[in-house]
């Protein structure tokens, strides 16, 4: 087996395994820092070892063993006292297992821990992304829009302040899910899109065990708060975005946008599923119940799904969605997706406006100027497009968007 398999094996094993492993390693021993380090040896172990012994037939229970040996080991040197009991319970593990309570999905479990209160709302969702997720500092950095330092240092702090306060590590009880579930419904959502749109340099351009996993556990989610819309409404978002997913990279590694898409290779089962969700929380709204952020979101994206051609695409709908959005999540991103539907209303010049108003507090963003560069294209601003192109592809961590840009900047003249 070459170097280069192994690699492969194992970056397939930590797409699969990373949260089983740290959620595994939090409950027995406690504490963050340590399952994450001794997860990081067991696959650092893994890249030394199966060149010569091979790929075991469980990778994940390889990785896991090992990992309880590492973080054992650890403990042991770091230890100051000769606690033998405590030292054989870490060996023997032999005491009775922990109540499951109200979730009893490790991973899950381990999302919710990681949301706790005491911590502050985007720290929660950072460290969840990174414990829970596998997502990488720089990842979960450019999720947040900020510098991979400052997004270290986040997550540095989380666990120090979960450590210094003695924040248990227990799964919650049936009363406290409603009061956690915003922050774990938000993890969610980025570990779907980082999966859907992969921003990692060396990663797929589409990552099907991230969406697959987020689908998973919001689909627990909705079992646990069958009445919670944003569940419900998540859960749709989902599954109505996943449905486009065999459409979305082309075989030449190319992103395909919306309107070039063949809706026929579109899942019709997750679309009829995701849009069953928007009819009951249409029916909820309609007997009064406001919906929030994720309901709005799964239906602008029932309406998208229900056009069978870009062009039957109701966008006068998709922007009174996102009037409605706009009210409860102003934020610039938001504001840019609005622009981007209100070209297709009112035209490219009129949307050019609004996009221009975001100039400060999206400048990073390479969403953005790749908006910016379809505009401006459309304007016939041929010289300001290309430029905004080479700033969108600058910024772009995603191979196939980057190669879709590429080849919209080069059919400029």
């Not at 230890?79 to 054989?88: G, I, M, N, Y």
């Not at 381990?110 to 911590?119: D, E, G, Q, R």
């Not at 227990?170 to 579930?181: C, F, G, K, T, W």
């Not at 981007?340 to 400060?360: H, K, T």
């Amino acid at each position: 087996m070459t170097g280069t398999d192994v690699r492969e094996a194992v970056t397939r094993a930590h797409q699969e395994e990373w949260a089983r492993v740290v959620a595994s390693l939090t409950r027995r021993f406690g504490d963050l820092d340590i399952a994450e380090e001794a997860a990081a040896e067991a696959f650092a172990t893994a890249v030394q070892r199966w060149p010569d012994d091979g790929v075991p037939p469980n990778p994940g229970a390889w990785l896991t063993t090992t990992a309880v040996r590492k973080a054992i080991d650890r403990i042991r040197r770091e230890s100051k006292r000769d606690d033998k009991h405590r030292e054989a319970r870490m060996v023997h593990d032999d005491g009775p297992p922990e109540p499951a309570g109200a979730v009893d999905d490790d991973r899950l479990r381990l999302i919710f821990t990681c949301c706790h209160p005491a911590l502050a709302a985007q720290t929660r969702v950072a460290l969840t992304l990174r414990m829970v997720g596998g997502l990488t500092v720089p990842e979960i950095a450019r999720a947040f829009l900020v510098a991979d330092t400052a997004m270290e240092r986040r997550i540095t702090r989380a666990k120090a302040k979960i450590k210094a306060a003695r924040i248990p590590y227990r799964v919650p009880s049936a009363e406290d899910l409603p009061a956690r579930v915003s922050g774990v419904l938000a993890v969610l959502y980025l570990v779907f899109n980082e999966g859907y749109l992969a921003s990692g340099p060396g990663t797929d351009p589409v990552r099907a065990d991230l969406t697959t996993e987020a689908i998973r556990l919001t689909r627990l989610i909705r079992a646990l708060l069958p009445g919670d819309g944003e569940a419900a409404g998540l859960l749709a978002l989902m599954l109505l975005t996943e449905a486009r997913r065999p459409a979305r990279v082309s075989a030449g590694g190319e992103l395909v946008p919306l309107a070039e898409q063949d809706r026929g290779a579109w899942d019709a089962t997750l679309i009829a599923e995701g849009h069953r969700l928007v009819r009951e929380r249409l029916a909820a709204a309609a007997g009064g119940v406001a919906p929030g952020r994720y309901q709005i979101l799964a239906a602008i994206n029932a309406v998208h799904t229900s056009a069978r051609d870009m062009r039957d695409t109701d966008w006068s709908q998709v922007v009174a969605l996102y009037d409605q959005l706009v009210r409860l999540d102003a934020s610039p991103v938001i504001a840019l997706n609005r622009a981007i539907a209100v070209a297709e209303v009112d035209g490219p010049e009129v949307a050019m406006a609004s996009v221009d108003r975001l100039a400060d507090e999206l400048a990073g963003y390479h969403a953005y100027h790749a908006t910016r560069a379809d505009l401006l294209r459309r304007l016939r601003r041929g010289r300001e497009a290309r430029a905004a192109y080479d700033r969108a592809i600058e910024l772009a961590g995603n191979t196939a968007e980057t190669a879709y840009l590429a080849r919209r900047r080069d059919q400029l003249r």
